[in-house]
């Protein structure tokens, strides 16, 4: 797959423009930029830009600050900046983009020291202004500096934003469908790669030599590499021991592209060949994966999905002798939560586990969030057995599974977006033996 058209700054600003219009006139917003983070001594983490300010600006840069202005003439973009930069910081750093380039990239016509903010947020503020902003600086800016107060005065803009974020356009869909590309490629490079005696960092070294080789610098998250009973911890990050014949090896990792993430997991045999109860364990969650994804389209709840998945992992957990009694009788007392502990999924997008509600809440109820086309997330069914287990069989003991695919809800049902890295019994184990 080619790679992607990066987002335009014609979209970033058809972004404001919808942003604005959920205010009310001579409302003001206002967004900060990430800031530098120290990891030790003189050493800086590496910069990763707050995901809503990217998503209105597409700008890279720390120390920035964002303010809308909504006019009935003309509304207001204007960008604040630390413009002090030193010759050790050139020397160190290289050079800031210029003004000039900034404007560029994000269409403002107004670049002012961050020193001016102050000022100019007085001049714009009337009666009856309300300030948009995070519950972090610049909220506590505005009630200092401003004279503001909340709840009245000032306002959290992220769940404006985060509805937004939620119908991903062409263009951010192009860059997801490019991201999880690369990440089914790498997790085709480690089962490919793996084989008894390995360890799991030698498998998490192919997983990132596969992303860095295709320009996602970043990880989505640490990878979660997991053998044996180690994949009944959820967000196993240590990978360090090693893989042994007869142990499954959950690998639960995504790339990241220009700001837009992947989030998908694996689990086969490290000797590449399941063995009759891992099978029958795998079927069970690969059913109940799919008995969601069956009804995935505009229109059903999120509450669908789960009460679905609920039941499916349920009823596979009876068949396997996992679970005894009823299917009605199991659900009421939700047995299933003792081997499938977490949701269904999530939505996806600029975060991992991506902004916006599951549930929406009004001023008269709760309302179900419905499903629309345009909408991304996981679908991750698992089932976890751990070793210290003693209500069950010894033979499920220190077994856990995850199968977790990336879906886009389309106008017309669903798309998997990570449909190319195998996940039935059969195609796993060629693909291994190949």
Not at 398 to 412: A, F, P, Q, Y
Request: net charge negative; aromatic share 8%; charged share 20%.
């Amino acid at each position: 797959m080619d790679k992607p058209i990066d987002i335009q700054p014609s979209d970033f600003a058809t972004r404001r423009q919808n942003l604005l219009k959920k205010i009310n006139h001579n409302d003001i917003i206002l967004l900060q930029s990430a800031q530098v983070q120290f990891r030790n001594g003189d050493i800086n983490h590496i910069f990763y830009q707050d995901a809503d300010f990217y998503y209105l600006t597409g700008l890279n840069q720390p120390d920035m600050l964002l303010l809308l202005h909504k006019d009935t003439t003309e509304n207001l973009f204007v960008l604040f900046m630390s413009q002090t930069q030193s010759k050790k910081d050139e020397c160190f750093l290289g050079n800031l983009p210029s003004i000039e380039k900034i404007c560029q990239q994000s269409t403002a016509k107004i670049v002012l020291p961050l020193e001016k903010l102050s000022e100019y947020c007085k001049a714009l503020i009337k009666e009856d202004t309300q300030v948009y902003t995070p519950p972090t600086f610049p909220h506590s800016w505005a009630m200092q500096h401003l004279d503001l107060q909340p709840p009245h005065q000032i306002k959290n803009i992220r769940p404006l934003i985060h509805e937004m974020r939620l119908i991903k356009t062409p263009s951010e869909l192009a860059l997801m469908r490019y991201a999880i590309h690369i990440s089914c490629r790498a997790h085709i490079r480690a089962m490919q790669y793996c084989k008894p005696g390995c360890y799991e960092y030698e498998i998490e070294a192919e997983l990132q030599h596969e992303f860095n080789s295709h320009d996602c610098r970043f990880a989505a998250y640490p990878s979660i590499v997991a053998g044996a009973n180690r994949a009944n911890i959820l967000h196993y990050q240590n990978n360090h021991a090693q893989l042994h014949k007869g142990d499954l090896l959950l690998i639960d990792a995504g790339a990241n592209y220009h700001y837009y993430n992947a989030d998908i997991t694996r689990t086969f045999p490290v000797d590449g060949h399941f063995t009759a109860i891992q099978r029958d364990l795998y079927q069970a969650v690969l059913h109940t994966q799919q008995a969601v994804i069956n009804i995935i389209q505009p229109g059903i709840t999120w509450t669908n999905l789960e009460v679905t998945a609920e039941q499916a992992i349920t009823e596979n957990l009876i068949d396997l002798g996992i679970l005894s009694g009823s299917l009605e009788q199991q659900l009421e007392i939700k047995a299933y939560r003792t081997y499938f502990m977490h949701g269904i999924g999530h939505w996806l997008g600029m975060d991992v586990h991506d902004v916006g509600d599951y549930q929406i809440n009004n001023e008269i109820k709760r309302e179900e969030r419905i499903l629309q086309a345009g909408m991304v997330f996981t679908v991750e069914p698992g089932i976890y057995i751990r070793d210290d287990n003693k209500t069950v069989d010894r033979k499920w003991l220190g077994k856990g599974i995850r199968i977790e695919d990336n879906i886009l809800v389309t106008t017309d049902g669903c798309e998997i977006l990570s449909k190319t890295l195998p996940k039935q019994i059969n195609a796993i184990e060629t693909l291994m033996q190949n």
